[in-house]
């Protein structure tokens, strides 16, 4: 483990002025990821700054009856909000599908967001890793992929330096992206506002980022629009054991219905992609129609026809189908009764 | 306990050391000589699965300020005529990715990690040779299995019969690489005292390390002093001498200083041994009214290029079920992999679920009921070896778990149960342990008016078993439980057998009952008196065939949608001779039955063919059960005491509780979706395969 400086800033301005003139400087929120990758020498940063109880620790309410996360809430008490609980489930019920009690009081929203992906080969220094070491190939297009992308993946083989499957491990994140959430982000040039649609990237030619953040960007809230029939909505995690994992696949969806029709759905996978996947061909398939599971099936069906999986993840692609229509199955059913 | 007259052993006595180490107040090996200015060991490990080292260069980590000591195979002592597999840093050839090519050793870990990175070598390498098939040219039949036993085992003429058989099945089983993963990392403590190496250590049981670590230094026993107060699990991993102790000792010897060597929980994933995967062909053959004519068990399993480790996977095969026709094969494949070692009931956890799973599957063929056709094929005798048994309660457990668990009017059609969109189902298997005793030697100091102090360099690898050992020398003393001083896990004290084999109290036990008998009748004069007792196998290794024995009950809930695999509830019944203490003995038997579901749905390390690694080298990736996994466990064992094996009439049940518990799970999975998986373990993948 490579030496490296510890500081604190008073205000999250202070904290980007200290990580602006750092190159290879860090944020340190709970550290329970990035401590983790430390230790492992996958990150070597020289400076950490501190912001874990920095930026906001409050939940506000919003004009519009959304939400202000702000970036230093952990995760535990996020997911024990009210408010959050009321008026968006998915989002509640994807953080206590994370991690274990202890990790989720120690994390917090920000960092959650951008944790790195678990692929093994990506946390092994030994091994190539276009993502860790660019240039360096893809260790796991060959080798354990089981839990990897199937989903706008890049593959071009072991050696191409633009190959990567991995796929993003946060739950919460793919709440966030079914609720058209907007990243708050402070920069040294002022602040601005990312919707999560843009926050992860895919890995196109370049797997080495994660997301369209510069460096020293620092998250200071997250604001969760307005959307009522969210109240109808639910995370479904796939995992292989019954705590404790990360997503095979999971699914954040809400729906709003008009009689027997979808009037407006939202759709997202875990597990699936590089980033939270929104399931747009099947939002557009189901939205107008009738809300039966024949046509949930099969507007799942449509979005996971884009999948390109490998031997060892192939499983994924009927698991997302199964899980997407018997996600939405659930919330019409609950809906009618 | 101030009662005299009151029996401790069979009473529910609580860890003795319980307190102690709740509150962090219990030793364990890397906590000791906080003061004494330790220096720390990291390793630099192999990236190549096979080749040999062309250049080493540690002049940067050398550099790094703090650094003591780089050694490498150019530079380290050299060790006495220690087998292949522990002759770390002696040459530039490797076996096996992340073995130790380097150790550095610094002032603090942290520094010791940053120099190791500094290391770099160079490798001439071949492509790994890491895959297991049934089919390799190169399998081998080794000379014995681990434990003693053959090979293999032929009764009658076994293809004669399966093809003369009206009713038989034909299968095969696999199971995965799995790491054994106590939750203390093995460490070690050394240093050098003149000639004298003082060792703190994780282990099961420092005599078993006494005669590599003296052959490594050349020094005498006298010159090695190991001891293991606390050791925080182990299954088997911490059985045998491993390389970080030699490394200890090395660098203790290189730089005059107190060394830590902990591994990382990456490194316990290569350098302190994993179960063996195996492949296992199983063919029964049978009467139709259930009786069995024929059974072939043939497995083949890996071992690495630097040891021959011959798990005896088809051993219980051996005695569990009477044919008149019967046949185990063992084959290995030699591979570039880190050397196996023992994982909890080594052979029988494996073979059981082939085994177990494969006579439920007859079942189905026969259309008799699983419980019933292992009644029907209870031997009289040890069909093999053809002695008496010492006591076999196979019958009483499979009857009593049935009615405890309810399988009286189960409906034997598989998938067809459903409850919302859970598919449910329920399953069987039948368990065995062999009972076995090592040779064990305790001493007993008596002096007037003072607790007796019992000393045996037994082991508590966090079973209990300080409390049990406790409790029958308080018994054979006649004293209550406070009047008895046991000191174990030191290499000084009397020489014991390791902590291994659920050989512990039917080897310990009955050497303390030996010295307890010198005692009696004998006047203690005012100076005190010390005698000594021991035991040993004796006849009745022999004259008889002795064994626990065992039945799990699984119900298993299977997602139709997602494929995830629940267990909310298993039943296990003992017959494991005299139980010294219920409740450590109830967490032995739990304990064993949740790593049983853990080996059925989560565990298994995947070999990277390509670059040899073992690909999930950590606990987030390689998963053993959640708390969230294990439902209702009902534990019950029968009154059954054995004193034709031994006095204390105990059998052992530190690993009786694992074996048989995934063939139940996994014939429960059958039974819940109609899909037979014979490949562990049942992750949701599987339902869509
Ligand atoms: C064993 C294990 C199991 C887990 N299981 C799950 C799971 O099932 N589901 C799941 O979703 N997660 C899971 N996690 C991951 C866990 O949720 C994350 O580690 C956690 O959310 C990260 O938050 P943190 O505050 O600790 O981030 P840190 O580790 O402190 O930081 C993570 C990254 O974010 C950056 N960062 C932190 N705060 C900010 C900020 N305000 N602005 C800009 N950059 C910032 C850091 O520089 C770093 O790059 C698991 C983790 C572990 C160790
Ligand atoms: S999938 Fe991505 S993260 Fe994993 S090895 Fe390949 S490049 Fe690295």
């Known amino acids: 483990m490579r030496e490296f400086r510890y500081e604190k800033a008073t205000d999250p301005a202070g904290a980007v002025a200290l990580l602006a003139g750092e190159p290879e400087g860090a944020y340190l929120g709970g550290g329970t990821n990035l401590v983790d990758l430390m230790r492992l020498g996958v990150a070597t940063p020289d400076v950490l700054v501190d912001v874990r109880t920095l930026t906001s620790t409050e939940v506000e309410d919003l004009p519009d009856g959304g939400l202000r996360i702000g970036a230093a809430v952990p995760n535990a008490d996020l997911a024990a909000e009210r408010r959050v609980r009321e008026r968006y489930p998915l989002l509640a019920q994807a953080l206590l599908a994370g991690a274990s009690g202890q990790l989720r009081n120690r994390a917090t929203t920000g960092g959650n967001l951008l944790q790195r992906t678990r692929c093994t080969y990506f946390t092994d220094t030994t091994m190539p890793c276009n993502k860790r070491a660019p240039g360096s190939g893809c260790g796991a297009v060959t080798g354990l992929h089981r839990n990897l992308a199937v989903l706008g993946a890049t593959d071009e083989g072991p050696e191409s330096a633009h190959t990567c499957i991995a796929t993003h491990p946060s739950d919460l994140a793919v709440a966030l992206r079914a609720l058209d959430a907007q990243v708050r982000v402070l920069g040294a040039g002022g602040e601005r506002s990312v919707p999560m649609a843009e926050l992860h990237r895919l890995p196109g030619d370049d797997p080495s980022r994660d997301t369209t953040l510069a460096h020293g960007e620092l998250i200071t809230a997250i604001d969760v629009p307005a959307?009522?029939?969210?109240t109808r909505s639910r995370y479904r995690k796939v995992r292989d054991r019954a705590s404790y994992a990360f997503a095979l696949v999971s699914v954040a969806a809400a729906m709003d219905l008009d009689g027997g029709c979808v009037r407006d759905v939202r759709i997202a996978l875990g597990g699936m992609a590089h980033a939270p996947w929104r399931a747009t061909v099947a939002e557009d398939a189901l939205r107008g129609g009738p809300a039966t599971e024949e046509a949930f099936a099969a507007a799942a069906e449509a979005e996971l026809a884009a999948a390109r999986p490998l031997a060892d993840n192939a499983f994924k692609v009927p698991m997302a189908t199964n899980m997407i229509t018997r996600t939405?199955?659930?919330?019409?059913?609950?809906a009618r009764s | 306990?101030?009662?005299?007259?009151?029996?401790?052993?069979?009473?529910?006595?609580?860890?003795?050391?319980g307190p102690d180490k709740v509150r962090g107040r219990a030793p364990y090996a890397y906590e000791h000589e906080l003061g004494a200015q330790a220096v720390f060991v990291a390793l630099v490990q192999s990236t190549v699965a096979r080749g040999r080292i062309t250049a080493i260069d540690s002049a940067a980590a050398t550099a790094v300020p703090g650094v003591l000591a780089v050694l490498t195979h150019e530079d380290a002592p050299r060790?006495?005529?220690?087998?292949?597999?522990?002759?770390?840093?002696?040459?530039p050839q490797v076996q096996y990715v992340g073995e130790p090519v380097a150790a550095v050793v610094a002032e603090t870990s942290e520094v010791a990690r940053d120099a190791a990175a500094r290391v770099q070598v160079t490798y001439e390498s071949g492509a790994p040779d890491v895959v297991l098939t049934a089919d390799r040219t190169d399998l081998y039949a080794p000379e014995q299995l681990m434990a003693g036993f053959e090979t293999d085992s032929v009764i009658g003429d076994v293809d004669t019969a399966l093809a003369a058989a009206p009713v038989s099945v034909d299968v095969t089983y696999t199971t995965p690489v799995q790491h054994n993963n106590p939750i203390e990392m093995h460490a070690t403590v050394a240093r050098w005292d003149g000639d004298v190496l003082r060792m703190w250590d994780a282990n099961q049981g420092p005599h078993n390390l006494v005669p590599v670590i003296t052959e490594a230094f050349g020094i005498t026993a006298d010159q090695l002093h190991i001891t293991s107060p606390h050791v925080g699990g182990a299954f088997g991993s911490k059985a045998f001498t491993h390389v970080h102790q030699l490394i200890a000792g090395m660098a203790a010897k290189v730089t005059g200083r107190t060394v830590k060597v902990e591994l990382t929980r990456q490194q316990m994933f290569t350098l302190v041994g994993h179960r063996t995967p195996t492949i296992q062909r199983l063919r029964l053959g049978a009467q139709p009214d259930g009786t069995l004519t024929a059974i072939s068990h043939e497995v083949v399993e890996h071992t690495s290029q630097n040891a021959e480790f011959a798990e005896q996977t088809a051993t219980a095969t051996r005695l569990m079920y009477a044919a008149p026709a019967r046949r185990t094969t063992h084959r290995l494949a030699r591979l570039d992999v880190p050397p196996p070692t023992i994982m909890r009931a080594p052979g029988e956890t494996p073979g059981m679920y082939a085994l177990e799973s494969a006579v439920d599957e007859l079942a189905v063929e026969l259309g008799i009921d699983p419980v019933e056709l292992r009644?029907?094929?209870?031997?009289?005798?040890?069909?093999?070896?053809?002695?008496?048994?010492?006591?076999?309660?196979l019958v009483a457990c499979l009857t009593e778990g049935a009615q405890r668990?309810?399988?009286?009017?189960?409906?034997p059609r598989p998938g067809v149960r459903e409850d919302g969109r859970w598919l449910v189902g329920t399953g069987v298997a039948a368990a065995t342990y062999p009972t076995r005793r090592?040779?064990?030697e305790a001493r007993i100091q008596a002096v007037p008016g003072q607790p007796y102090v019992v000393s045996i360099d037994a082991s508590d690898i966090g079973t209990g078993a300080r409390t049990a050992l406790t409790q029958i020398a308080a018994d054979a003393l006649r004293v209550p439980l406070d009047q008895v001083d046991l000191r174990i896990a030191d290499s000084r004290l009397p020489k014991a057998s390791g902590a291994g084999g659920s050989t512990g109290i039917t080897s310990w036990g009955p050497a303390i009952l030996a010295a307890a008998d010198e005692l009696r009748d004998r006047e203690v004069p005012p100076g005190g008196l010390t005698v000594t007792g021991s035991s040993g196998p004796g006849e009745e290794a022999e004259q008889l065939s002795s064994h626990a024995f065992g039945a799990h009950f699984a119900e298993v809930r299977v997602d139709r949608d997602s494929g995830e695999v629940r267990v909310p509830r298993m039943t296990g019944v003992f017959a494991a001779g005299r139980i010294i203490n219920p409740v450590t003995a109830r967490s032995q038997f739990l304990g064993g039955m949740t790593m049983g579901l853990s080996m059925a749905l989560h565990e298994q390390t995947v070999l990277d063919a390509g670059r040899g690694h073992f690909a999930n080298h950590d606990l987030a990736e390689y998963h053993v059960a959640a708390h969230a996994d294990v439902g209702a466990m009902d534990i019950h064992w029968l009154d059954e005491v054995d004193e034709a094996h031994n006095p204390l009439g105990a059998k052992g049940i530190g690993e009786i509780g694992i074996v048989g518990a995934a063939a139940a799970i996994g014939n429960a999975y059958w039974h819940a979706t109609g899909r037979r998986v014979r490949d562990l373990p049942i992750t949701p993948d599987r339902y869509f395969g």
Do not use: Y
Request: charged share 30%; aromatic share 6%.
């Open chain 2, 438 to 440: 090592r040779p064990s």
């Open chain 2, 375 to 393: 009644l029907r094929n209870e031997p009289a005798r040890d069909p093999e070896r053809d002695v008496p048994w010492s006591t076999r309660n």
């Open chain 1, 227 to 230: 959307l009522p029939w969210a």
């Open chain 2, 1 to 17: 306990m101030t009662a005299t007259t009151e029996r401790a052993v069979g009473s529910d006595v609580r860890r003795l050391e």
């Open chain 2, 405 to 411: 668990f309810g399988w009286a009017g189960r409906d």
């Open chain 1, 328 to 334: 939405l199955l659930q919330i019409s059913t609950e």
């Open chain 2, 79 to 91: 060790l006495g005529d220690v087998v292949e597999e522990l002759r770390v840093l002696q040459g």
